[in-house]
């Protein structure tokens, strides 16, 4: 799938088929995170991969925004160590992973609100580390809301060389 074409297509999923991903798409997905950009290419990043489902339920419910964690294939803890930036490196490198994914046909959804220390027990990641997100992947249980957007237009968020000159009149 083309870069463009999983960006326009790519929307949160929540409900998850219960089939497992193959071990090989999750590493790809992974080496995506991997390849990242970084803050002085410091790559901060630490990455725990859950597949336990008990694991998974424990941490569903570290946050109550995230109870589609239960019933994910698989999840991504993704934490930064000394990181000057670490919710920029850390976003850069999900949102890498989540293209990357969906470009597999694996969905996923950012999730936010955890209980962090619950978390970092759970996972017996060192104290020292900083939670970005556990972000939820599996095969989408449905096309999610047929493949439509709710986004903002172009005119509403950008303008040209000043605020308030339309992005158009980049063509007139
Ligand atoms: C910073 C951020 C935090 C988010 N937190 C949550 C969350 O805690 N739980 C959740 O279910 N979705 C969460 N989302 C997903 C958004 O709700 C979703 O991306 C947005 O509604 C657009 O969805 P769509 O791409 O399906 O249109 C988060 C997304 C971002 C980027």
């Known amino acids: 799938m083309e870069v463009m074409d999983a960006i326009r297509t790519n ?5 998850f088929r219960p089939e497992k991903v193959p071990p090989d798409v999750i590493l790809k997905i992974l080496e ?3 390849l990242a950009h970084s803050s002085k290419n410091t790559q901060p990043w630490r990455f725990i991969l859950v597949d336990d489902k008990e694991k998974l339920s424990l941490l569903s419910k570290t946050t109550p925004t995230g109870g589609h964690i239960a019933n994910a294939a698989f999840a991504v803890a993704l934490f930064t160590e000394k990181a000057k930036l670490p919710e920029v490196d850390g976003a850069r ?6 293209l990357a994914a969906w470009s597999l046909g694996v969905g996923s959804c950012w999730v936010t609100n955890f209980d962090e220390e619950r978390v970092k027990q759970i996972l017996k990641v060192p104290k020292e580390w900083k939670l970005i997100t556990v972000a939820p992947f599996g095969y989408p249980a449905k096309p999610a809301r047929k493949g439509k957007k709710n986004r903002k ?3 509403e968020i950008a303008y040209y060389n000043v605020y308030g000159n339309p992005i158009s009149s980049i063509i007139s």
């Open 11 to 15: 929307l949160a999923v929540r409900e």
């Open 32 to 34: 995506a995170g991997r």
């Open 93 to 98: 490198a999900m949102e890498d992973m989540m």
């Open 153 to 155: 237009k172009l005119e």
